[in-house]
C-alpha cells in the first residue's frame, strides 16, 4: 500500500497539520497568469528555490518551456530588505531578455519582511532599469494567504491595476477573464466566443504560450498571450464576464470600480448547466443570438447524456479540486444523475461552502465536504465509505491504487498525463470530451470485473 | 556538430549579451579548461573557476535552495523518519515525492512517510503572531496518528524571519514524547546561494542528532556506508544488489532506500564511500573524526567506474577472498555490459553531449557517455563549489565569503569510546599507490580533456547559445530546462529525475543507460520537426500531371 498509514478514523482531530494537500502557495498562480501575456517575463521577488519550483511544477504539468526570473535573495536580503535584488533584476531582465514587461510577484519571504513592490517599481522607472516604452506590472501574492488561485487571482487584478485605462470612448467588446484553466480552455472561451461573433478580450491567455508547437526554433515569448494594448482597452469595453468567483472576481470587480465597466461573475462553464449559464450570459452582454452551431454542440453533448444515462445513473464519485472547479463539476455529475458524496478543496474561503451547499443541493443525501481540507481527508472518507470514481488531480492517483478505484485527472497538476494542454473541459464540446472520460472509465471497469458470462460486446 | 568557433571565442559569444557587471562576474565561472600542473594524486591541476557564488537575480538560474538541499535532496529519501515543514503551504508541497527517490520497504506493515506531504501550512495569523504553537500542535498531532520513531521539522523563509524557535519546540516536543527522537533543521530557502547550503545543514544535525544514537549495526566481515546515493530510479537498488553479490554489507546508504535504524547505527562500519561529494562530504569528514571511520570518493555511474570503485573497496579491505569475489562478479557483470556496448556505441559514437546538473552528476555521467564513445564537449555544475570541479586539494585555498560563513561549520573531535582508529598514514600512503586517495575527489576538470568549457552556474541564456553553436545531440539538465532545449530540436535527458525512468547506476543502470542514449539521439520524432512543404517552401512553376 502506497498509504499504508491511512485509515478511515484515527480518532484525532487535526487542527494545525495539514497532510497531502489539496492546494498549493499563491506564487505559482501569479506565475501561470503573468504567462498569460504576451511579451511578459513572470518574476517571484523571493529567494530563487521558490522560482525553481515554480518552474519545475508547471512545467511538469504543461510540458512546455516555463520562463520565469527570480530576486535569487540571500540571507543580507532576507535582513535589509530585497529592493536592491528586485532593482538588478530588473535592469538585468530587460538588457538580457528583452520582453516588453516584467510581471512581479510576491512571496512568503518578502511579504513577511515587507519589501513595497510597488515602491520598488517605482524607483526602478525613476533610475532608469525600465527602458522607455517597457512596463512593470506586481501583484501582491504571500504564500501564507489563499492558494494557488488566490495567486492568479492577484496577478489578474495585477493587469487591471497596472495596464487597464479608459479613453472615453467604449469599444463593443466583452472582456473574459476565463479562470485557473488549461491554455486549451482559454482557446475554446475565444473560439465559443468567435463563433457566436463577441468581439472580446480574453485575459489572461495562455493558449499559444503553454501549447506551443514543435517546430526545432525555442521562442522564448511565444504566439500567444494577451497583449498588453489589449490589456490596456479593457477599461474601454461594455462589460466584463468574470468566469470563476475565486480566480476571476478580484480582476472583474476592479475594471467596475475603476472604470465603471459592468461585471458578471458567473461559474466556469463546466458541464451543461454551466455552460448554457455561460453562453447566455454571452447573449445577453453583448446582445448576440446564439447561433445554430452551438446548439448543435449543445445538442450533441445531451444526446450522450441521455444515451449512456444506464451508465452514470447512482455511480458515487469522491471530488478534489480547486473551488472554481468543483462547484461547476459537482452540478455536472449531479445532471448526469451522478452522486458527488466526498468534496475536498484545499483553498480556503468563505463563500466556498456555500456555493458547494447550492451546487450539492439536488445530491438527495448527505455529502461529507471540507473547505479547506486536503486529500488524508478525502481518503479516510474513501475508506469509510467507497466511491465508483475519484475525480481530481494526479496527487489522487495514490488513494485510486490503494482503493482500486478509477481516477479521472482533472484540475492542477496534471504531471503524469498529457491532453490537458490541447484538449479543453469547458464548454460543451468541453463536457462532451469530461463525459467521454467519465464514460471510459467506468465502462473500462467495468468490462474488467465482469464475469465472463456478462461480459458485454455491446454498451 | 562540433562547433567551428575556438573554446576561447565560445566563451566570447556566451558573453556577449551581458550587461557588464554581470558579463565580469560569469567570465570567472566560464572557463576553458587547462591542464597546468600535477597535484598531489598525480592529475593535473587547473585552472580557477569561480562556484559557489550568488547568483545574479534576474538572471534565469537552473538553481534551487537550501531548503530544497536539505529537505528535499538529503532528508526527503528517508522513509521512516516524518517530515513536518513549518511554513506555508508551498515548500512542502512542490518537495512532495517530486524527486523520484524509491524506496522499498520490507514488509507491509513497515513505515514509510515518503508518500506522504506533511506541513503546518502557516496562515497570516502565524506570520504575525508566530508559528510555534501551530507546528507544536501539528507535532503532536502527527505523532498521534502515525507514531513515527523519529520526526523532523524543516523551517522555510518567513520561519527564520519571524523567529520561531523550532529547535525548542522540538527539544520540548522529544521531552514530552521520549521514544520519538525530534530534531529540526533550519534551512530557510534564503540560506547561502544554492541547495548546497541545505547539504550542510542537513548533514550536521543528522550527524549531531541521529548518528551513533544506536547499538545494533548489522553484521558482516566487510562493512560499509554509502553516502551520497539518493535512489532516484532505482540506482541505490542497483547498488545493493551488486554489494550483496560482492559479499559486503551495506549497514547504509545516504539517503537512498533508507531507515532512522540504519543512520543510527551507520558509526559502526569501517569505511565511508562518497558517491555525491557535494552533498554529503560533510558527513563524511564527522564520521572519520569522531569515529575514525576512513573515506573515499567512489563513482556507481559507469560500467567501468563501477568496477573501479569495486576494486577500490577490495583493495581498502585488502582481502584475498574479497578480492577474488569482487573480481568474479565484475567479469560476469561485464559480460552483458559488452554485448550492450556492441549494440548501442555504434550508434551513439561520435555525438556530443553537454551536461548541467548538480554537484556530482555533470561529472558522474561523462563516464556513461564516454562508454558510448561520446564527447563531452561542455560541463558544469548547478551548485557545486570548486573543489568539485578542480579537486579537493584547493580546499585549503577557498575563500569563505558571507553566504559561506552563516553555514555552521561543527567542531568535531573524536569520540573518546567509539573512536577507533581504521588506518595508519602508512596504509594511506600504500592506498595512494594504488590508485585510491583517502579523503580525495579528484574533481571534474582535471579529467576532463582541455579546451573543454567549465560553466557553473549555466543559465538560460547561455544554454541558448551553446544550442545555436555547438549544437550538441544531447543536453543533460533538469526539468525546468528539458522542454525549452527539446523545443529547439535537442534531446534533453533530465539527469535529476532521469525522465521518469532508471536506474543508471551499477552495471544494470549502466546497460540502461546506452539504451536510453540511443534512444533519444536516434529517436525518429525529432527527424519530422520539417513538413514536405516546409522542406522547399517556394512553389514549382512546373507540375505534375497525374492522367
Known amino acids: 500500500m502506497l498509504l499504508r498509514h491511512t485509515k478511515p478514523d484515527n480518532g484525532v482531530e487535526r487542527e494545525a497539520l495539514v497532510i497531502n494537500p489539496a492546494k498549493t502557495c499563491q506564487p505559482i498562480g501569479a506565475m501561470y497568469a503573468a504567462l498569460g501575456i504576451h511579451n511578459c517575463m513572470p518574476h517571484s521577488h523571493g529567494s530563487q528555490g521558490c522560482c525553481a519550483y515554480h518552474r519545475s511544477m508547471l512545467t511538469r504539468h504543461f510540458k512546455e518551456p516555463v520562463m520565469a526570473a527570480t530576486s535569487s535573495f540571500t540571507e543580507g536580503a532576507s535582513v535589509f530588505g530585497g529592493q536592491a535584488n528586485l532593482l538588478e533584476a530588473l535592469g538585468n531582465i530587460f538588457s538580457v531578455y528583452n520582453p516588453d514587461i516584467v510581471a512581479v510577484h510576491t512571496t512568503c519571504l518578502s511579504e513577511t519582511i515587507g519589501d513595497d513592490v510597488a515602491q520598488i517599481t517605482s524607483k526602478a522607472i525613476e533610475s532608469g532599469k525600465v527602458p522607455e516604452g517597457k512596463r512593470v506590472i506586481y501583484a501582491s501574492t504571500p504564500s501564507y494567504a489563499g492558494s494557488h488561485v488566490t495567486g492568479f487571482a492577484n496577478m489578474v487584478k495585477g493587469m487591471v491595476d497596472g495596464l487597464a485605462g479608459k479613453t472615453g470612448t467604449t469599444q463593443n467588446t466583452v472582456n473574459i477573464i476565463p479562470g485557473f484553466v488549461e491554455p486549451s480552455d482559454m482557446e475554446e472561451i475565444k473560439r465559443i466566443s468567435a463563433e457566436m461573433g463577441v468581439k472580446t478580450i480574453v485575459f489572461p491567455d495562455t493558449s499559444g504560450v503553454l501549447n506551443g508547437p514543435m517546430t526545432g526554433k525555442f521562442h522564448m515569448y511565444p504566439s500567444g498571450g494577451a497583449t498588453i494594448e489589449q490589456l490596456a482597452a479593457t477599461g474601454d469595453s461594455k462589460a466584463t464576464l468574470a468566469l470563476g468567483p475565486v480566480a476571476s472576481a478580484p480582476a472583474a470587480k476592479a475594471l467596475d470600480v475603476k472604470f465603471k465597466v459592468p461585471c458578471e461573475v458567473i461559474e466556469l462553464p463546466i458541464g451543461i448547466t454551466a455552460t448554457d449559464r455561460f453562453v447566455d450570459a454571452l447573449h445577453r452582454l453583448a446582445g448576440v443570438n446564439v447561433p445554430e452551431l452551438i446548439n448543435r454542440e449543445r445538442g450533441q453533448l445531451l444526446d450522450v447524456m441521455t444515451d449512456m444515462h444506464q451508465y452514470t445513473y447512482g455511480k458515487k464519485v469522491a471530488i478534489a479540486g480547486d473551488p472554481d472547479h468543483i462547484v461547476p463539476l459537482v452540478e455536472f455529475l449531479i445532471d448526469l444523475d451522478m452522486k458527488p458524496i466526498h468534496v475536498v478543496t484545499g483553498t480556503p474561503g468563505k463563500a466556498i461552502p456555500k456555493r458547494l451547499e447550492k451546487a450539492l443541493e439536488r445530491v438527495g443525501r448527505d455529502v461529507n465536504v471540507k473547505v479547506p481540507g486536503d486529500l488524508f481527508q478525502l481518503h479516510q472518507w474513501i475508506k469509510a465509505e467507497p466511491v465508483d470514481l475519484i475525480i481530481g488531480n494526479t496527487h489522487c492517483k495514490y488513494i485510486a491504487r490503494d482503493e482500486d478505484t478509477p481516477l479521472l485527472r482533472l484540475g492542477f497538476p496534471i504531471i503524469d498525463r498529457v491532453g490537458h494542454q490541447y484538449f479543453p473541459t469547458l464548454g460543451y464540446k468541453g463536457g462532451l470530451r469530461l463525459l467521454e472520460k467519465i464514460l471510459g472509465i467506468l465502462m473500462d471497469r467495468q468490462d474488467r470485473d465482469a464475469p465472463e458470462e456478462a461480459f458485454e460486446l455491446v454498451m | ?547
Open chain 2, 1 to 547: 556538430m562540433p562547433s567551428k568557433l575556438k573554446p576561447e571565442e565560445l566563451k566570447g559569444e556566451l558573453l556577449k549579451a551581458y550587461p557588464a557587471k554581470v558579463a565580469r562576474k560569469r567570465e570567472k565561472q566560464i572557463i576553458v579548461n587547462k591542464h597546468t600542473g600535477e597535484a598531489a594524486n598525480g592529475l593535473p591541476t587547473t585552472p580557477e573557476i569561480l562556484s559557489n557564488s550568488r547568483t545574479i537575480p534576474g538572471i534565469l538560474t537552473m538553481r534551487g535552495c537550501a531548503y530544497a538541499g536539505c529537505k528535499g535532496v538529503v532528508l526527503g529519501p528517508t522513509r521512516d523518519i516524518l517530515h513536518i515543514i513549518h511554513g506555508p503551504i508551498g515548500c512542502s508541497y512542490y518537495a512532495w515525492l517530486t524527486r523520484r527517490n524509491q524506496t522499498r520497504p520490507k514488509t507491509d506493515d513497515d513505515p514509510n512517510y515518503m508518500t506522504y506531504c506533511f506541513s503546518t501550512d502557516m496562515q497570516e495569523e502565524n506570520i504575525i503572531y508566530g508559528g510555534e504553537k501551530k507546528l507544536r500542535q501539528a507535532v503532536e498531532e502527527a505523532i498521534a496518528i502515525f507514531k513515527p520513531k523519529a520526526l523532523d521539522i524543516f523551517s522555510t523563509c518567513p520561519v527564520g524571519l519571524i523567529g520561531d524557535d523550532i529547535h525548542a519546540v522540538a527539544r520540548e516536543m522529544e521531552a514530552k514524547y521520549p521514544d520519538v527522537n525530534i530534531f529540526a533543521f533550519s534551512c530557510e530557502g534564503y540560506k547561502g546561494v544554492s541547495q548546497s547550503a541545505g547539504h550542510h545543514i542537513a548533514n550536521n544535525k543528522v550527524f549531531t542528532d541521529v548518528i551513533g544514537l544506536g547499538d545494533s549495526p548489522k553484521t558482516g566481515k566487510y562493512r560499509l556506508n554509502l553516502l551520497g546515493e539518493y535512489n532516484i530510479g532505482g540506482d541505490a537498488f542497483e547498488i545493493e544488489r551488486i554489494f550483496e553479490k560482492c559479499g559486503i554489507t551495506l549497514q547504509g546508504t545516504f539517503s537512498g532506500n533508507s531507515t532512522y535504524d540504519e543512520f543510527i547505527n551507520a558509526h559502526h562500519v569501517d569505511l565511508n564511500l562518497v558517491m555525491c561529494h557535494r552533498s554529503i562530504n560533510y558527513m563524511a569528514d564527522m564520521m572519520e573524526r569522531k569515529y575514525g571511520i576512513p573515506w573515499f570518493k567512489v563513482n556507481f555511474v559507469g560500467a567501468d567506474a563501477t568496477a573501479k570503485s569495486l576494486r577500490h573497496i577490495a583493495a581498502y579491505y585488502n582481502d584475498d577472498e574479497l578480492t577474488q569475489r569482487i573480481e568474479d562478479v565484475i567479469a560476469e557483470e561485464m559480460a552483458a555490459i559488452k554485448e550492450a556496448q556492441a549494440k548501442y556505441r555504434p550508434r551513439c559514437e561520435g555525438k556530443t553531449a553537454v551536461l548541467f546538473v548538480g554537484g556530482s552528476r555533470a561529472h558522474h555521467y561523462q563516464e556513461l557517455f564516454r562508454e558510448l564513445g561520446m564527447d563531452t564537449i561542455a560541463s558544469g555544475y548547478e551548485f557545486a563549489h570548486r573543489d568539485d570541479y578542480e579537486g579537493r586539494h584547493v580546499l585549503p585555498k577557498i575563500k569563505v565569503d558571507a553566504d559561506s560563513r552563516n553555514i555552521e561549520e561543527l567542531e568535531v573531535t573524536a569520540d573518546p569510546v567509539l573512536y577507533k582508529q581504521r588506518l595508519t598514514d602508512e596504509d594511506k600512503a600504500a592506498l595512494l599507490d594504488k590508485g585510491i586517495e583517502m579523503n580525495g575527489y579528484e574533481g571534474m576538470m582535471p579529467e576532463m580533456g582541455e579546451g573543454k568549457l567549465i560553466i557553473d552556474d549555466l543559465n538560460h541564456h547561455e544554454a541558448e547559445v551553446l544550442i545555436e553553436k555547438v549544437k550538441p545531440a544531447i543536453f543533460g539538465a533538469g526539468v525546468k530546462e528539458k522542454y525549452v532545449i527539446q523545443k529547439s530540436g535537442v534531446p534533453l535527458k533530465q539527469l535529476h529525475s532521469y525522465d521518469y525512468s532508471g536506474p543508471y547506476a551499477g552495471f544494470k543502470g549502466a546497460a540502461n543507460f546506452y539504451e536510453e542514449i540511443d534512444r533519444l539521439v536516434n529517436a525518429t520524432p525529432w527527424k519530422l520537426v520539417k513538413a514536405p512543404w516546409q522542406e522547399s517552401p517556394e512553389l514549382n512553376a512546373s507540375y505534375a500531371y497525374v492522367g
